[in-house]
């Protein structure tokens, strides 16, 4: 397959820095890999405070932008801010090596506003589909209105305005066709595999088990719809219970404080550790640990069309998973999970409770789970299909003459 030389790619990441963003930082690292150059745009955030570097031959330009919004005037400032500078340093980026593609990743669906301009020197908007953002709002704040309105007519324009797009799953694709009205060979489906070097299988460190014989783990975002709070109530019944099992919650996010304040009202200071966002050999080392992982999302529409990178975290580390039934989660853990009615906190501590007494089971669930990300659902196959889609994009030519 011919690759992607003498071809320079941007790539604008807004909600989170890279290469901290894992799905941004794989895709650039196998664009790189085929021969193309990759420029990223991204924000400051926590400890990726340089403004300007490079790794593995990827220029990395980050820039300021306020604290997590919270409310319109606080989103306005931030969405405000954060395309004052992409339009700033795309430009300055263009003049510096010329790009052929801006790669747009959302949220928020307000980045084909800097490739717009840029499309009239033939350069090509690829959509890269992350979060669907009208969802999202409903999940945060129950309602619709002007604002979910107003993220419809976003997303339509973000469609309208992309060349191509990429969908992290089937449901996404559909979302494409339906409310984009894009043609469906203008779209690739592309998951958030795992890259298996990354997630590698190690002994268990019973220092995260803080003297308790067993450890249930999650990693992901602490907001307002992962559902830590009925992860909460979950935890409180299976204390009440029994005294054996530690609960390690691993990430960061607007809700953490209100999180481990609501822990400590329920009394399970001592039963609960949250780690924060840490390095990713932290992340390993305490999944490895853990005995059952869960996945406690709660039953929102964003939810249930949504591929969360945690459940291939979760098989890539041969761990069994106790989450709610959703439509994408149940797709890719498939029998590597149990899967609870939505909101039954008590069914939910009960099926963790059952993984615990039962090792031949949890054994068999994490065997499927990992045969599966090696054999379908790791990066390694996830890249293959980001080459070719980026051949077309780039090499039209050499693709319709095959």
């Known amino acids: 397959m011919k690759g992607l030389e003498n071809k320079h790619i941007l790539i604008i990441v807004e909600n989170l820095p890279v290469p901290f963003d894992r799905r941004v930082w794989q895709e650039a690292n196998t664009l790189r890999e085929s021969g193309a150059s990759i420029s990223i745009i991204c924000p400051k955030m926590n400890e990726y405070n340089t403004s300007y570097e490079v790794i593995n031959g990827i220029e990395i330009y980050r820039h300021p932008l306020p604290l997590e919004a919270r409310g319109a005037l606080g989103y306005l400032w ?13 430009w300055k980026i263009f003049f510096k090596k010329r790009f052929h593609v801006i790669h747009g990743c959302n949220p928020p669906d307000l980045i084909f506003l800097v490739a717009v301009f840029f499309k009239l020197f033939g350069v090509k908007y ?15 704040y129950n309602k619709r209105g002007l604002f979910y309105r107003l993220l419809l007519l976003m997303e339509r324009l973000t469609f309208a305005a992309a060349d191509y797009s990429i969908a992290t799953n089937e449901s996404y694709k559909g979302i494409a066709t339906g409310r984009g009205k894009m043609a469906e060979n203008k779209i690739q489906v592309i998951r958030s595999g795992p890259k298996l070097d990354r997630l590698k299988l190690l002994p268990p460190d019973k220092k995260f088990l803080r003297g308790r014989k067993y450890l249930v783990g999650y990693v992901g975002v602490i907001g307002e719809q992962e ?6 109530e979950s935890i409180s019944y299976i204390c009440s219970q029994r005294e054996d099992i530690q609960f390690a919650i691993v990430g960061g996010g607007s809700d953490l404080e209100r999180m481990k304040q609501l822990s400590a009202e329920k009394g399970l200071d001592g039963f609960v550790d949250f780690y924060g966002r840490v390095s990713d050999d932290l992340l390993v080392s305490v999944l490895n640990t853990a005995d059952v992982c869960v996945n406690p999302d709660k039953p929102t529409e964003m939810n249930n069309l949504s591929t969360m990178n945690k459940i291939m975290e979760y098989m890539a580390l041969k761990k069994p998973i106790v989450q709610y039934d959703l439509k994408e989660g149940r797709y890719s853990a498939a029998e590597a999970s149990l899967y609870i009615k939505n909101g039954d906190t008590k069914d939910f501590a009960d099926k963790i409770i059952y993984l615990i007494d039962n090792p031949e089971i949890r054994n068999s669930m994490g065997d499927f789970g990992y045969n599966r990300v090696l054999t379908e659902l790791s990066w390694e196959y996830e890249s293959e299909k980001l080459i070719r889609f980026y051949n077309q994009i780039l090499n039209p030519a050499d693709q319709a003459e095959k």
Not at 80 to 87: D, I, P, R, T, V
Not at 227 to 232: E, F, P, R, V
């Open 227 to 232: 559902g830590i709070d009925l992860l909460l």
């Open 126 to 140: 690829v959509f890269d589909h992350h979060d669907i953002n009208p969802e999202l709002f409903i999940a945060k």
């Open 78 to 90: 931030e969405y405000s801010s954060a395309l004052f500078w992409e339009f700033l340093l795309s």
